[in-house]
Antibody, heavy 123, light 108 residues
Framework: EEQLVESGGGLVQPGGSLRLSCAAS????????MHWVRQSTGKGLEWVSTIGTLGDSYYPGSVVGRFTISREIATNSLYLQLNDLRAGDTAVYYCARARGSYRSGVYYGMDLWGQGTTVTVSS | ESVLTQSPGTLSLSPGERATLSCRAS???????LAWYQQKPGQAPRLLIYGASSRATGIPDRFSGSGSETDFTLTITRLEPEDFAVYYCQQYGSSPLTFGGGTKVEIK
């Protein structure tokens, strides 16, 4: 069964750090781009970061310089290092796999998602 | 940045009715890079449509997508009870990847 399982969320003070993990199983992890997407309570979806199959990474302006995405092919694991956290980073964080993007000329969408892990930034 | 605006914000319909959801982009988006997702409370999003009109694996044919450039549509021909949810469009034809604000389809 293809599956993504996030972990590592929790309560952290403003300015603090957290490392999220996403364990992939049941598919060839190295063949997919991987994304982190977050959702604040009652709000919409917000893209947080992407790592390509070659390890190239991308971020929106809201998190660049604070968040770092990485992947470990040997253990089928995806990570998101969150630094200098702010109240506005409070959300459920989902990992998702996808194939393609504007870089490859075709996009097949995020077809597998984890259940999410909750990050709460509060003093 | 390509901003996606979804309308209406809420759609109140009865089971069996047709739902038409709109997604308008602030910049031209190639249809190859437009996707639609469904999200139910407490669940992760589920991919419905990619490439503006291709159904993802296992998605029933009552769901269809259409459109091009700046105007895209998700149509649900006959609403089933399990279709009442929030729907998001998303583009990845340029960076940053963006989502629309969502349309909630609720039971009338």
């Amino acid at each position: 069964e293809e599956q993504l399982v996030e972990s590592g969320g929790g309560l952290v003070q403003p300015g603090g750090s957290l490392r999220l993990s996403c364990a992939a199983s049941g598919f060839s992890f190295s063949n997919y781009d991987m994304h982190w997407v977050r959702q604040s309570t009652g709000k919409g979806l917000e893209w947080v970061s992407t790592i390509g199959t070659l390890g190239d990474s991308y971020y929106p302006g809201s998190v660049v310089g604070r968040f770092t995405i990485s992947r470990e092919i040997a253990t089928n694991s995806l990570y998101l290092q969150l630094n200098d956290l702010r109240a506005g980073d409070t959300a459920v964080y989902y990992c998702a796999r996808a194939r393609g993007s504007y870089r490859s000329g075709v996009y097949y969408g995020m077809d597998l998602w984890g259940q999410g892990t909750t990050v709460t930034v509060s003093s | 940045e390509s901003v996606l605006t979804q309308s209406p914000g809420t759609l109140s319909l009865s089971p069996g009715e047709r739902a038409t959801l709109s997604c308008r982009a602030s910049q031209r988006v190639s249809s190859r890079f437009l996707a639609w997702y469904q999200q139910k409370p407490g669940q992760a999003p589920r991919l419905l449509i990619y490439g503006a009109s291709s159904r993802a694996t296992g998605i029933p044919d009552r769901f269809s997508g259409s459109g091009s450039e700046t105007d895209f549509t998700l149509t649900i021909t006959r609403l089933e009870p399990e279709d009442f949810a929030v729907y998001y469009c998303q583009q990845y034809g340029s960076s940053p990847l963006t989502f629309g604000g969502g349309t909630k389809v609720e039971i009338k």
